[in-house]
């Protein structure tokens, strides 16, 4: 199925006609879960790529609307939600435009960037839980317990073979499955990377892309600590987000996890990545208390 502007375009002339006339396009970067493309100046449009990133759909629908005004940052509005048509099987978005730039580039400040990220998650963890979304499908199983990927994370182990410290992952991985969570559900967002992360004049300025989003253990949030961040950004944002020893080892966890299971797939299809993985893997190895 090709999911493009013409596509995009089809669906709103159909379900939508007062926004007919809005020029439709790609965003710079729009996503491998999701096709994003903006509409008008101010709208964009945001179709799922698989049935697993659509039930992702009515989550934000009902939830994004509750979340947005009690965060410390702008985070997607839903306008509308379109239905499956010509010939495209999911339900969809329409959502406000944010303005910025994904946080890929250099940040001059990235302390005070790494502190007003945890600030933000702070805020969304005080969100009343009610009723939340737990971990399932809908998102990959974020906030459930490591084990979920146990399996998945000792045969990337096993497959790498002498591409990584076998014997090191293993130590971490130990230590981040014997770390429980034993603390009360929470709001999570459940992929804070760099490119659901928007920045303006430097500073973050707005936080995207909640569709792994959900209520339970927040360690997902914290795998940013070494993706991005090192040395004192590291430090300010484990601070700021009051990070204890056992959430920042399953944060390590579900860090070396995906980074793992990525290399596993670059060595295959795309070895011009293989270095940032090879990095991330790395600095969780390092990190050690």
């Known amino acids: 199925m090709i999911i493009d502007e013409e596509l995009a375009r089809r669906l709103v ?53 509750i979340l947005g005004p009690q965060l410390p940052l702008p985070i997607p509005t839903p306008i509308a939600q379109g239905e499956p048509g010509e010939g495209y099987p999911y339900a969809w978005s329409v959502y406000r435009w944010l303005a910025g730039q994904p946080a890929h580039g250099p940040i001059t400040d990235l302390d005070g960037f790494a502190t007003r990220l945890a600030v933000f998650l702070v805020a969304l963890q005080q969100v009343d839980p009610t009723d939340g979304p737990g971990p399932g499908r ?40 014997s770390a429980e969570w034993t603390g009360r559900p929470v709001w999570f967002h459940g992929d804070i990377a760099v490119g659901n992360l928007l920045t303006r004049d430097g500073r973050l300025a707005a936080v995207i892309d ?27 944002f484990r601070r700021t987000l009051g990070v204890d020893q056992r959430t920042w080892s399953r944060g390590r966890g579900w860090a070396l996890w995906k980074a793992l299971i990525t290399l596993r797939g670059q060595l295959e299809k795309d070895r011009g990545a293989i270095p940032e993985s090879r990095r991330v893997i790395d600095a969780v190895l390092a990190d050690r208390d």
């Open 13 to 65: 002339a159909r379900q939508f006609p007062d926004w007919a006339d809005l020029p439709i396009t790609p965003v710079e970067r729009g996503g491998v879960d999701n096709r994003t493309f903006r509409l008008g100046r101010e709208l964009t449009v945001r179709l799922p790529a698989g049935d697993w990133y659509a039930l992702q759909v009515a989550k934000e629908q009902r939830w994004l609307p």
């Open 210 to 236: 909640f569709g792994t989003s959900g209520v339970g253990d927040p360690a997902c949030d914290v795998v940013i600590a070494w993706t991005r961040f090192s040395g004192t950004s590291r430090t300010a």
């Open 138 to 177: 809908h998102n990959f199983f974020r906030g459930g317990p490591l084990s979920t990927y146990a399996e998945e994370t000792e045969a990337a182990i096993d497959d790498l073979g002498p591409e990584v410290d076998a014997d090191a992952c293993r130590r971490l991985w130990s230590d981040a499955m």
